[in-house]
């Protein structure tokens, strides 16, 4: 095999990629800063056990997904899987008990060992929003605000739809969990051997199920929403009636689950019909129990992740790029003043592409490949005389233009 390959799953960020990239990442960040939200970072990976009791045992990443290896000094490391549980690991290191509420962002690469198909990768990188600390309903409702801030932002307000569901409080849960075990052992033998697997453990991820056997089965299963208790209820109708004040349209999708324990009330997803069978662009929802099962104080949370891969699939309205001015020195003796002056400009702040060599049509090729707006060309004779040739790309325009004049003229151009 062929080793000078990617690795199945990754994905270089060519330029014109890398530029999507930061568009949705800049974006991202500046609407994330309106919402008080700051900046975070977390390692790229974290000892196992961070994400293995985070995500839980049952779930697909954990049991299939990760990326595992034990390291020269023998420890299990895991390349995370997703930004959450670093987060709250980093919030209990750091004791920022002491500074809640944290409202944080971040993003950055995710590894998960998945079939890889359009839109799901084996690197891919995630935007995340994180609130800790606050658990009543307004930290619900402004990350929801938020994350349909950013997608309406990115020109992809009209092509998702939020699903929103609640999974209530743990007497909620327990009351509906007794209930879903009753059906699911009514079908045991049909399931799929992980949802037999999960269904005592977790049987509210067997909702979750991608198996087609499965799904047909817990179609007819009793649904979590008519099970609410009445301050869980209460707590749903806030979140709606919230977005409702904020215009942020949803629809109730009583099959959405996180099916962890600690995850709780608020759970929710943006879909879209673009991507085929990779649908979810984000994801979230409120996870009250985390930081405590992680070892912490016990502290409400809420999130959500959004995967940049697809964002950018759905992104049509790109900035356009922004464009150099290339410096064509013609002669020898030109070749050393144009290197300085290409210095110079810079020093002004201005984008210069300095051609290395050829002849003149040569470079004026590559002044037109790299979209240049403007040529400065740069001869013997005219340095003689103080100026240069600017030659207008677009208007197809050329004029002598003094030395001393030009940083201020090419910074007029538009
Ligand atoms: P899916 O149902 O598509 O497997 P998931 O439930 O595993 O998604 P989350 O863990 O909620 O996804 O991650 C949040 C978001 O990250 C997803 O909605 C998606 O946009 C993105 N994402 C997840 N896994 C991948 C992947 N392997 N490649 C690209 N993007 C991904
Ligand atoms: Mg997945």
Redesign the pocket.
Known sequence: MARLQPVR?THDLLPDDARRFRHITETFRKIAERYGHQEIATPIFEFTEVFSRSLGETT??VTKEMYTFEDRSGDSITLR??YTAGIARAFISNGLQQEVPCKFFGWGP?F?H?R?QK????Q???LDVEILGVGEPQADIEVLALAHDLLTALGLGDKVTLELNSLGDLESRTAYRAKLLEFLERYEADLSEDSRTRMRKNPLRVLDS?DEGDKRIVADAPLLIGHLNASSAAFFAAVQDGLGALGVPHVVNPRIV?GLDYYSHTAF?FTTTALG????????GRYDGLVGELGGPATPGIG????????AMLVENMPEAPRPVALVPVGDGAEREALKLAHQLRQAGLMIDLGYKGNMGKRMKRADKIKARAAVIVGEDELERGVVALRDLDAGTQSDVPLADLAAVLAALN
């Open positions: 799953g697909d990443v899987p997703e995710m998960r998945e890889p839109g799901r990768l084996r891919f990188h995630q991608k996180r997803e069978a990779q649908g979810t662009v984000l994801a979230g959500w992740a959004s995967g940049i891969e697809r964002l």
